[in-house]
């Protein structure tokens, strides 16, 4: 695709991977590596950058709002405009060769997708000549926005993280513990899949056949990447090597699935069947109605201005089955990307660059929204109150454990999940085993793919 050529259909981009709208399965909310209130963007003037002309941003607001606009524009020189992202209007903006100038996405389950449908320019020329960017600062997170046609971790840079986590990690309210006479965990050793679920079970508070506290939510950004992140734990993988086809059928895979559906089954969480009325973990956590939370580094920045919750909340190292090689990946890596039919790049770029290594930057460094994407940042991330210090403490060890795993290019993942949570509501209540969910699952997203394979052709 060109920059004038539009040539992508709005059943190409859209289609190809049979998006559907659909809630996440586990009804937590996929915010990405940070909420939408994570960005604290300070407002400087200046001109920094020779770029001109009028520049797009799609993103939610909280992260690339108005106040993120109006910084950019005095800095940078430039009319920073935003539109709020939605994916139905980003397929019909590229769909008429007129795409924003800067998307947000997650690099974790979009570069895949995006790069092998020729959408996302490579900015490799762009970081190359960044002033702010150099090859030896870069995170190794920031491999998930690379992309070489076989796998992620390879090939051009297609995007960049804001900021990121390591998403299977936990937090945990203290006091919830304590009410409930329950040790706390180890910050120094991950604890077992099925002891996590133990402690689910005893750390749930009911009144009558209602919930009243969560002992636990698994859910994660995603069911379906969370359940790879525990097959692998297991010693296997639910993608093949060739990103073509999944297997939810494999010893590994199937104790991943058993466990989810004991979860699920046992009311201690958020499930498809019942949501959290939120929407997303930090209401109810900082409600003291949820004693663990799978949210990564991220989540304690909503602690910094919240004194009761920062003498409550403890980040612990990523669940492990203990069968295969210990392991921690980031499912979001949150970032920005410019589409290839862009028609300002110089500009998107130098708005890019600024969000992503410049002010903005080190003020969601310091704020604790995330680990910055660039090894010089890292640095400023808060240990000034005693959890930030113990969180940062817990991240610091955790990071020799990250790594990257790979996503198809032949499906949006909320397509995946929209599958899923189909399936799921039939094996909670027991109509299916987890193997007889398994296979489906397996069957209907592999149809998926081939058939998204068959369109890229």
């Not at 500009?347 to 010089?376: D, N, Q, T, Y």
């Not at 113990?390 to 999940?417: C, G, N, W």
Request: net charge positive; aromatic share 8%; with cysteine.
């Amino acid at each position: 695709m060109t920059t004038t050529t539009p040539g992508l259909s709005r059943r190409r981009f859209l289609a190809i991977g049979g998006a559907v709208a659909a809630s996440t399965a586990g009804g937590a909310l996929a915010v990405g590596c940070s909420p939408a209130s994570s960005t604290n963007t300070p407002v400087a003037t200046g001109s920094g950058s020779s770029a001109k002309g009028v520049v797009t941003v799609m993103s939610q607001a909280g992260e690339f709002g108005p106040k993120e606009a109006k910084a950019a524009s005095q800095t940078l020189g430039l009319t920073v405009k935003t539109v709020e992202y939605d994916l139905t209007k980003l397929t019909a903006m590229l769909a008429s060769g007129n795409p924003p100038d800067v998307v947000r996405g997650m690099g974790a389950t979009d570069t895949p997708y995006l790069a092998a449908r020729q959408v996302a320019e490579d900015l490799d020329p762009y970081f190359a000549k960044s002033s702010l960017i150099k090859a030896d600062d870069i995170d190794p997170v920031n491999d998930l926005w690379r992309f070489d046609g076989q796998k992620q971790g390879a090939g051009p840079r297609y995007g960049f993280a804001k900021d990121y986590s390591q998403d299977a990690m936990l937090w945990y309210n203290s006091a919830l513990f304590d009410a409930a006479k329950v040790a706390h965990p180890s910050s120094a050793e991950p604890l077992p899949f099925d002891e996590l679920l133990d402690l689910g079970q005893r750390l749930t508070k009911r009144q009558g056949a209602k919930v009243s506290v969560y002992g636990l939510n698994p859910n994660g950004l995603s069911v379906f990447i969370t359940l790879c992140g525990m097959t692998a734990s297991a010693g296997g993988k639910v993608l093949a090597d060739d990103l073509a086809s999944v297997d939810l059928s494999s010893p590994e895979a199937l104790r991943a699935v058993t466990w989810y559906l004991d979860y699920a089954k046992a009311g201690i969480g958020p499930t498809v069947l019942n949501p959290d009325p939120n929407g997303w973990d930090g209401p109810t956590f900082q409600a003291g109605r949820m004693a663990i939370a799978t949210d990564g580094y991220w989540f304690g920045g909503l602690f910094g201005t919240d004194a009761k919750n920062a003498k409550l909340a403890h980040l612990l190292p990523a669940p492990q089955f203990g069968t295969g090689q210990r392991i921690s990946p980031c499912y979001g890596a949150t970032g920005l990307w410019m589409p290839k039919a862009g028609k300002n790049k110089d500009a998107a770029w130098a708005v890019m660059e600024w969000f992503l290594a410049g002010a903005p930057a080190k003020a969601r460094a310091a704020g604790g929204w995330g680990i910055p994407p660039l090894k010089s940042l890292q640095k400023l991330m808060p240990q000034t109150q005693p959890f930030q210090k113990e969180a940062y403490q817990v991240q610091m060890a955790e990071q020799k454990h990250f790594s990257v795993m790979s996503f198809t290019p032949f499906a949006r993942l909320d397509a995946i999940d929209g599958i899923i949570g189909r399936e799921l509501p039939k094996a909670i209540k027991g109509t299916s085993s987890a193997a007889q969910f398994a296979d489906a699952v397996t069957k209907q997203v592999n149809e998926q793919l081939a058939d998204g394979k068959k369109r890229l052709r």
